[in-house]
């Protein structure tokens, strides 16, 4: 045990009324919409990354959090492990996930940061055993350490590429080892700055390979998680390669991935491409390749990832509908990939960033699941394409386009426009909100 929560008793739902600040008011895991625990629904996890090992610098300032394990040493990985499960049982979250320098210190050579990853991951599968917490994924961290300064697998030094491969190998064979339901690949520098030094066309290629080597040494293994690519469209490189959830696909598509590998969505980074959150999600539920969720928002005046907590229940409301229309989570979740600001110095102020999203979480779910039972929202969807359920209309996709203008012509077709009742169904939505 640490002494860094010992203040703080676990949050229990009290209910929307409740004027305590330490309580869920809307999050009430045991609650049942449509068929499921809200548990089940939401499938929270905590991110080790932000709550964890981030220390509150910024591109204009250090560290301002002052936390007991953050001395760079074995002792230090397992003290954070311990304070890391003190809240995760707190909140009581179902999940949780970590890059490996999130967990362990790094080595002065490959070996040594391995063997530091695998003591830590032997720490980690003991709490796992005495408490509720389980992982939902890991991934490696490719982006901090200077040698990922081009890229990993897109980087024009092969040794890079090398090193990268076994950096995944390591990170899958941990994250088979402590039950992980999914393995993430972000490509924070799997991108460029300029055109001037970079082979675009090679660098793809590369990247490619590598996801195969990933997909096929995940089966070697027996690795029944879900493969997942977390898309970005910039930030820090001037251009990522995995832009968004369409370019995702086309890239999935090009090295015969598509029934492989699936996309963790972040809110953020959705922002970031022009898009928003419902829109990635319901992209990747059309294409077949939704898997989960990284849950914070931006400051739309700052215009970079800010990653803060989620505070706005009706905006992710529309996210979680989607969600919802997909089926819902297989081995996904809703992963708080999400920060306090480096002005919130306290323990109090880690566990009520949680608690605020929690609860906003649990909101936005609540009247996107009364909205999909009641069903007008469909219903209204479903009216608008409905002359596609003729089979005249049907027929005319299989047809070529000579036959289709012969037809407009025979039959002096003269469409009138019909209103898409946008602002009705504006209405209709706040009205669950």
Same mark, same amino acid.
């Given at each position: 045990?640490?002494?860094?929560?010992?203040?703080?008793?676990?949050?229990?739902?009290?209910?929307?009324?409740?004027?305590?600040?330490?309580?869920?008011?809307?999050?009430?895991?045991?609650?049942?919409?449509?068929?499921?625990?809200?548990?089940?629904?939401?499938?929270?996890?905590?991110?080790?990354?932000?709550?964890?090992?981030?220390?509150? !610098?910024?591109?204009?300032?250090? *560290?301002?959090?002052?936390?007991? #394990?953050?001395?760079?040493?074995?002792?230090?990985?397992?003290?954070?492990?311990?304070?890391?499960?003190?809240?995760?049982?707190?909140?009581?979250? +179902?999940?949780?996930?970590?890059?490996?320098?999130? %967990?362990? +210190?790094?080595?002065?050579?490959?070996?040594?940061?391995?063997?530091?990853?695998?003591?830590?991951?032997?720490?980690?599968?003991?709490?796992?055993?005495?408490?509720?917490? &389980?992982?939902?994924?890991?991934?490696?961290?490719?982006?901090?350490?200077?040698? #990922?300064?081009?890229?990993?697998?897109?980087?024009?030094?092969?040794?890079?590429?090398?090193?990268?491969? %076994?950096?995944?190998?390591?990170?899958?064979?941990?994250?088979?080892?402590?039950?992980?339901?999914?393995?993430?690949? #972000?490509?924070?520098?799997?991108?460029?700055?300029?055109?001037?030094?970079?082979?675009?066309?090679?660098?793809?290629?590369?990247?490619?390979?590598?996801?195969?080597?990933?997909?096929?040494?995940?089966?070697?293994?027996?690795?029944?998680?879900?493969?997942?690519?977390?898309?970005?469209? *910039?930030?820090?490189?001037?251009? *990522?390669?995995?832009?968004?959830?369409?370019?995702?696909?086309?890239?999935?598509?090009?090295? !015969?991935?598509?029934?492989?590998?699936?996309?963790?969505?972040?809110?953020?980074?959705?922002?970031?491409?022009?898009?928003?959150?419902?829109?990635?999600?319901?992209?990747?539920?059309?294409?077949?390749?939704?898997?989960?969720?990284?849950?914070?928002?931006?400051?739309?005046?700052?215009?970079?990832?800010?990653?803060?907590? +989620?505070?706005?229940?009706?905006?992710?409301?529309?996210?979680?509908?989607?969600?919802?229309?997909?089926?819902?989570?297989?081995?996904?979740?809703?992963?708080?990939?999400?920060?306090?600001?480096?002005?919130?110095?306290?323990?109090?102020?880690?566990?009520?960033?949680?608690?605020?999203?929690?609860?906003?979480?649990?909101?936005?779910?609540?009247?996107?699941?009364?909205?999909?039972?009641?069903?007008?929202?469909?219903? %209204?969807?479903?009216?608008?394409?409905?002359?596609?359920?003729?089979?005249?209309? &049907?027929?005319?996709?299989?047809?070529?386009?000579?036959?289709?203008?012969?037809?407009?012509?025979?039959?002096?077709?003269?469409?009138?426009?019909?209103?898409?009742?946008?602002?009705?169904?504006?209405?209709?939505?706040?009205?669950?909100?």
């Amino acid at each position: 045990m640490t002494d860094f929560f010992k203040s703080i008793q676990p949050i229990k739902y009290e209910g929307p009324e409740s004027t305590n600040e330490f309580s869920f008011r809307h999050y009430d895991p045991d609650e049942v919409l449509l068929g499921k625990r809200m548990e089940e629904h939401l499938r929270f996890a905590v991110a080790y990354w932000h709550s964890f090992a981030w220390q509150g !610098g910024d591109p204009f300032g250090g *560290q301002t959090f002052e936390r007991p #394990w953050y001395a760079d040493t074995m002792e230090g990985a397992k003290l954070k492990a311990d304070a890391a499960f003190e809240l995760f049982d707190i909140l009581g979250t +179902p999940f949780y996930a970590f890059h490996d320098l999130d %967990a362990r +210190p790094e080595g002065a050579t490959f070996a040594e940061s391995k063997r530091n990853l695998e003591e830590i991951v032997d720490y980690l599968g003991n709490k796992q055993a005495s408490h509720k917490a &389980k992982l939902l994924w890991g991934t490696a961290n490719m982006f901090t350490h200077r040698r #990922w300064m081009s890229g990993a697998a897109t980087n024009p030094d092969p040794e890079v590429y090398a090193y990268a491969a %076994a950096t995944v190998k390591s990170c899958l064979d941990a994250t088979l080892k402590l039950g992980g339901q999914n393995y993430v690949l #972000w490509g924070g520098r799997e991108g460029y700055e300029t055109l001037l030094n970079t082979d675009l066309k090679r660098e793809r290629a590369h990247a490619g390979r590598f996801l195969q080597q990933v997909v096929d040494y995940a089966h070697k293994i027996g690795f029944k998680g879900s493969i997942l690519i977390e898309p970005k469209p *910039q930030e820090p490189s001037k251009h *990522q390669y995995d832009y968004d959830v369409a370019t995702v696909y086309g890239f999935l598509k090009d090295f !015969g991935l598509e029934k492989e590998v699936k996309v963790n969505i972040e809110q953020g980074h959705a922002i970031l491409a022009g898009h928003s959150f419902e829109h990635e999600i319901a992209t990747a539920a059309a294409l077949g390749i939704f898997g989960s969720i990284d849950m914070n928002r931006n400051d739309y005046q700052s215009g970079w990832d800010t990653d803060q907590f +989620p505070n706005n229940h009706a905006e992710k409301a529309l996210a979680f509908y989607e969600i919802l229309r997909a089926g819902g989570y297989t081995t996904g979740g809703t992963n708080f990939d999400a920060k306090v600001r480096r002005q919130s110095l306290d323990a109090e102020d880690l566990v009520l960033a949680h608690v605020g999203g929690m609860d906003t979480c649990a909101r936005a779910l609540r009247a996107a699941a009364y909205m999909f039972e009641d069903g007008p929202l469909e219903a %209204a969807r479903n009216a608008r394409y409905a002359g596609w359920d003729r089979e005249g209309a &049907k027929a005319m996709l299989a047809q070529p386009l000579e036959v289709i203008a012969q037809a407009v012509e025979d039959n002096n077709i003269n469409p009138k426009p019909r209103s898409g009742r946008q602002e009705r169904l504006e209405n209709l939505w706040n009205h669950y909100i």
